[in-house]
């Protein structure tokens, strides 16, 4: 009996011990300091991944073949007519930073898929898509 | 005198007749003398002819016509499952000009029925191509587009733009505007009407056409008054043209010549081309309406190809006198000589007699006067203009003819005016003030584009912008944004914050002692408790906690570029900045911390439709998301509990917004700022004397808001991807479970949970309550 009753406080005592690591608590109310990791290194968890509607997807297609006949700066500007339809659509944000960095211009290419990041909806590909882009203007001078 | 001796031979005298003396000799020198004067003369006269023709030429062929730049609203993009209800889209297809019908035939028409709207929509040419016609089908249901359709038939279009709305024009200074057409596009119906009414030789004279003149005068005797005009086209476009409107002999005779000039150098198709465009055809308040392509849309809301033969027939008529015969003022006058134009085409063989009765039968088919494009929102054009000014000089955005592509919204223009008219009635009989004041700012919070600009109350009038210019304390507007930095600075929601009285070094190191609205104290409050509840010395607290230093670092990383004194009443807004600039600021909150520069103007084409200018999409990440989502949401609760909850009653049911409250001392500005999913707006509420308003943020520029947002999407509920709605007992801004009395779930960071359990938890638990004490 006694064995299991030390067996069962043990259970209890290490179970005490695995919820959040327990320091000292810190005074309530008082800051604690600490730097926040960057936006895009945050990993998300599965959200239902967003879907274009047919507005938006002709926009994209559109958008799509502009950039593969070279004309970059018409492909941005249809890919902003989505937007302001669907200003949520992660897809849409990714493709103007694919676009930007295609121009050169890395430090938009950045901005635009950290937005397209930070928003939900947004799937695995989509995130790493971001992640190389983000990547990639970090490299560039 | 003395006869000289007479010659043998007899000359024959130089006068007829007999009797007469012959002319002395000496008058020959006397003549020799005439002839000088007559040689300078008829130098004089050729070189004045040079100069008219000289005149002629440079007028002629530089830059004709001043043409003001047409500046467009947004275009409505219809699409399924736009939230759209056929009123404003109606409303929109009126100030379009479109023609309501049974059956739309020509673009520009449309009929509505029972939900189900037939619209046959004109082509455009935007920066980034060309928009065709349409004939579309659409129905709607529950305010939202159900279905879009091609209503020929084909696969169903995932989205149409329509063509944009004209909301101003930018005038060079004598405000003369034009619809400039080429000679091809001048209808012949147009054309030989012209030629048969004003000038039937118009082809073949030489510029002056004196057979005509003789040809009127015997009108004119005939008919014991003027009834005919002996001048040419020509003539008439030189009197339009070049000269004023004195009417001289001298000038008569400058017609002339410059006609003679005109004829001679250019071609007739030329010369009727410039004529077409130039010929005055009334007058709209200040501004002149020259040229058929003009005129046609001014009288008749139609596109001069659109226009029917009875329209063209009056268009022709009142080029004798546009304001004597302007079919608005003076109907019956008009529709008379419309006839008289008529009886002309049919008795020259233009048009068939049968087809001049029925045209004579028709009514005048006038459109009603529009509103003028130019002057219906000042506020947002200084907007335009100033952007503008930084990429063109004010000479091209005058004379240039370009087309400038706006951000405007006008239906939320409209709401937003109308919302300042009747709320500022109503405040100044409620609060005993008067003289009141407003500004509004709305903007898309994720772009910037700046959708509606309201300058003061007085709406089409042009006179100190508040929106742009009127610099005023912010009050507690400025409190989401230190806050916010405190969020990134190791502070959560549920944080406590010590709100109690305390003396700190103000101005001129007096003490300065800040009190609470309602002058109670109210000990330790969450975080989020402070900002919804807007207490000022929780807020004074937490501001010198973090720093003056780093909230002034703060508000510069947020955008606000104003002069900041490092003073505790810094938190408390004692901070002056236009609604535009706290418009940008709020921008950031609105957008998941991403900055966009405000902008009004998104494209510039010239007169010719080739695109010059684009502004692009901007953004930078300037503030963290996590915190601003936690801003965010802290922001709704100020809206759903806090200082804002009075918008409740105003808003739809579920409709989930966020919003800051803002006062300045002695209620002299009334200040709300928030956002929606899709838009972020602030409002000001004060006297331009700065005298105090009588207005709490709560009680004037709320209300106003509220009325702009009503129609907004609601604030979606997702957070990014590491924050977490957890369980919090506010008073101890400890852990809670949703049993806990008082316990709210709040946004907080993960990893930054408090750590410790709040009693209301620990009693359900007393196993793991005995061992916690050990650790």
């Known amino acids: 009996m006694r064995i299991v009753s030390i067996l069962l406080i043990s259970l209890v005592v290490l179970q005490a011990c695995g919820t959040g690591g327990r320091d000292r608590p810190a005074p309530v109310g008082e800051h604690r300091p600490g730097p926040r990791t960057p936006a895009e290194a945050a990993p998300a968890p599965s959200v239902r991944p967003y879907r274009s509607g047919p507005a938006a997807q ?19 500007a249809t890919l902003e007519r989505a937007l302001r339809i669907e200003r949520r659509n992660p897809r849409l944000w990714n493709r103007l930073a694919q676009v930007r960095l295609a121009q050169g211009r890395t430090a938009e290419a950045a901005s635009f898929a950290a937005k397209s990041n930070a928003l939900p909806g947004a799937d695995a590909a989509l995130r790493r898509d971001n992640q190389r882009i983000l990547a990639k203007a970090r490299t560039s001078p | 005198m003395a006869p000289k001796p007479r010659r043998k031979t007899r000359r024959r005298s130089k006068t007829a007749g007999s009797g007469k003396t012959r002319r002395p000799r000496g008058s020959r020198r006397w003549l020799r003398w005439l002839w000088l004067p007559l040689l300078a003369l008829g130098m004089l006269g050729m070189l004045y002819t040079l100069y008219l023709d000289q005149v002629v030429r440079v007028r002629f062929e530089g830059k004709r016509w001043s043409l003001p730049a047409r500046v467009y609203a947004r275009p409505l993009e219809l699409y399924v499952g736009l939230p759209l209800r056929p009123e404003d889209l109606l409303a929109e297809l009126e100030s379009l000009g479109y023609e309501r019908s049974r059956h739309p035939e020509r673009p520009g028409s449309y009929s509505y029925y029972k939900n189900r709207l037939l619209l046959r929509t004109r ?49 060079p200074s004598h405000n003369e505007d034009r619809i400039l057409l080429r000679r091809e596009e001048l209808p012949q119906l147009l054309v030989d009407s012209l030629l048969a009414v004003e000038d039937r030789d118009f082809v073949h004279h030489h510029g002056v056409n004196p057979l005509a003149i003789l040809r009127a005068l015997w009108s004119n005797i005939r008919a014991g008054r003027v009834v005919q005009g002996g001048s040419t086209l020509t003539q008439q476009l030189v009197k339009n043209f070049y000269l004023s409107h004195e009417r001289s002999l001298l000038r008569k005779f400058n017609e002339a010549i410059m006609a003679l000039s005109l004829d001679r150098r250019y071609s007739k198709d030329a010369i009727l081309e410039a004529y077409a465009n130039e010929i005055y055809l009334g007058q709209d308040g200040s501004r002149a309406i020259h040229g058929f392509g003009l005129a046609s849309r001014f009288y008749f809301k139609r596109a001069l190809a659109d226009l029917d033969l009875p329209r063209v027939a009056l268009l022709v008529g009142m080029i004798k006198g546009p304001s004597h015969y302007n079919p608005r003022s003076h109907p019956r006058r008009a529709k008379q000589r419309r006839d008289l134009v008529l009886d002309v085409l049919a008795r020259q063989g233009m048009v068939s007699e049968e087809r001049a009765r029925r045209a004579k039968a028709a ?10 494009p130019a002057g219906r929102y000042p506020a947002f054009m200084q907007l335009v203009r100033q ?12 004379s240039e003819g370009l087309s400038v592509f706006t951000t405007l919204d006008p239906h939320l223009q409209a709401a937003a005016r109308d919302s300042v008219t009747q709320r500022l009635k109503q405040m100044e009989r409620s609060a005993r003030s008067d003289k009141l004041e407003a500004a509004v700012v709305v903007a898309a919070g994720d772009s910037g584009e700046v959708l509606a600009l309201v300058g003061g109350r007085r709406a089409g ?17 400025v409190k989401p944004l230190y806050y916010l930095d405190a969020l990134s600075a190791g502070y959560t929601p549920a944080s406590l914050l010590r709100d109690q009285a305390v003396t700190l070094k103000g101005a001129d190191g007096k003490p300065w002692r800040p009190r609470n609205f309602d002058g109670k104290t109210h000990g330790r409050v969450s975080l989020h408790e402070a900002l919804t509840r807007s207490h000022n010395l929780a807020s004074v607290d937490l501001g010198m906690e973090l720093g003056l230093g780093r909230v002034i670092r703060g508000l510069r990383r947020l955008g606000v570029e104003r002069n ?4 505790p009443s810094l938190l408390l807004g004692a901070l002056s900045m236009t609604p535009l600039e706290v418009a940008q600021v709020y921008q950031v909150l609105a957008a998941g911390g991403f900055r966009a520069p405000l902008r009004a103007v998104r494209e510039v084409t010239d007169a010719q ?67 929606s999913d899709d838009r972020v707006a602030v409002v000001w509420v004060g006297r331009d004397d700065n005298a105090p308003a009588g207005l709490t943020g709560a009680a004037g520029a709320m209300r106003v808001w509220g009325d702009i947002m009503g129609d907004a999407r609601s604030l979606q509920q997702q957070p990014p991807g590491d924050v977490r709605m957890t369980w919090i007992e506010p008073a101890t801004g400890l852990l809670a479970d949703a049993d806990c009395p008082g316990a709210l779930q709040v946004p907080l960071v993960r990893g930054t949970e408090p750590q410790r359990k709040a009693d209301c938890v620990r009693d359900g638990d007393p196993v793991s309550n005995f061992f916690e004490q050990f650790f």
Not at chain 2, 387 to 398: F, K, S, V
Not at chain 2, 611 to 616: E, Q
């Open chain 2, 609 to 675: 439709g080739r695109p010059l200018t684009r502004y692009p999409l901007a953004i930078e990440p300037v503030a963290d998301a996590r915190a601003v989502y936690q801003m965010g949401w802290m922001l709704q609760q100020v809206v759903e509990r806090g200082t804002g909850r009075g918008l409740k009653a105003q808003l739809p049911e579920g409709l989930r917004l966020a919003g800051k409250t803002g006062t300045s001392n002695d209620l002299r500005d009334s200040w709300f700022a928030g956002f």
């Open chain 2, 387 to 398: 952007q503008l000014l930084r990429d063109y000089r004010e000479e091209d955005l005058n």
């Open chain 2, 363 to 372: 009514p005048l088919g006038v459109g009603p006067k529009g509103g003028r």
């Open chain 2, 461 to 477: 009038y042009s006179g100190f912008n508040r929106a742009l210019d009127a610099v005023r304390p912010i009050g507690s507007l």
């Open chain 2, 564 to 567: 900041l004194r490092p003073l």
């Open chain 1, 58 to 76: 002709a926009l994209l297609d559109k958008a799509r073949a502009q950039q593969a006949s070279g004309d970059l700066d018409a492909a941005a």
């Open chain 2, 123 to 171: 082509a455009f040419r935007y920066h980034d191509g060309a928009e065709p016609a349409h004939y579309l089908e659409l129905r709607f249901a529950n305010g939202t587009v159900r279905s879009l359709r091609h209503a020929g038939g084909g696969r169903d279009p995932a989205l149409v733009r329509l063509d944009p709305v004209l909301i101003a024009n930018i005038y």
